[in-house]
T-cell receptor, first 112, second 113 residues
Framework: QKEVEQNSGPLSVPEGAIASLNCTYS??????FFWYRQYSGKSPELIMS????GDKEDGRFTAQLNKASQYVSLLIRDSQPSDSATYLC????????????FGQGTTLQVKP | DAGITQSPRYKITETGRQVTLMCHQT?????MFWYRQDLGHGLRLIYY???????DKGEVPDGYVVSRSKTENFPLTLESATRSQTSVYFC????????????FGSGTRLTVV
């Protein structure tokens, strides 16, 4: 079992729809969770962080965390073609070494 | 320029040659990291550093060497490049133990022929 798992996609949604991206992790002691966006040929960019159970909203983005189910999700409301990118889930495990473990990423395509 | 910069952006080298990828950050972040990104494998940690003169192996350290004599610099050296080291390399930094996530450099695309 991989430490952080994501469906590689591609996930295709029409413009204006809600895109839902999911991530599961194996280290039950993990404390910090992040979503990065990576455009083709570019470096990952941090867009959301979440540390406690529940929802965290920032503009059109909502991160959701359920530690009991070891599940993190990212919702993108009113999806735009400019949201088309690969979304990477990252988890800081319980070892407290500072290392983030990344999932392989989900490619999102928003069609006009 | 403020931020985290990597050089070169692109590099082509021959098998067996030594090559060094540079990473420089201006924030005085304690933690620095080197990842490689390959199709089918995602981002994999090569080495990381918690402070100057403190480095440790990540998931895929074989064939790589790092040093950190100054807080702001974290070079990655491929001692004898192999074709399997063809990849995109990202450097990242963090002010703490990753609690606020990392900031990535723009990457180096390395091709070993």
């Amino acid at each position: 079992q991989k430490e952080v798992e994501q469906n590689s996609g591609p996930l295709s949604v029409p413009e204006g729809a809600i895109a839902s991206l999911n991530c599961t992790y194996s280290d039950r002691g993990s404390q910090s969770f992040f979503w990065y966006r990576q455009y083709s040929g570019k470096s990952p960019e941090l867009i959301m962080s979440i540390y406690s159970n529940g929802d965290k909203e920032d503009g059109r983005f909502t991160a959701q965390l359920n530690k009991a189910s070891q599940y993190v999700s990212l919702l993108i409301r009113d999806s735009q073609p400019s949201d088309s990118a690969t979304y990477l889930c990252a988890v800081r495990g319980s070892s407290n070494t500072g290392k983030l473990i990344f999932g392989q990423g989900t490619t999102l395509q928003v069609k006009p | 320029d403020a931020g985290i910069t990597q050089s070169p952006r692109y590099k082509i080298t021959e098998t067996g040659r030594q090559v060094t990828l540079m990473c420089h950050q201006t924030w005085s972040h304690s933690y620095m990291f080197w990842y490689r990104q390959d199709l089918g494998h995602g981002l994999r940690l090569i080495y990381y550093s918690a402070a100057a003169d403190i480095t440790d192996k990540g998931e895929v350290p074989d064939g790589y060497v790092v040093s950190r004599s100054k807080t702001e610099n974290f070079p990655l050296t491929l001692e004898s490049a192999t074709r399997s080291q063809t990849s995109v390399y990202f450097c990242a930094s963090s002010p703490d133990r990753g609690g606020r996530g990392y900031t990535f450099g723009s990457g180096t695309r390395l091709t070993v022929v």
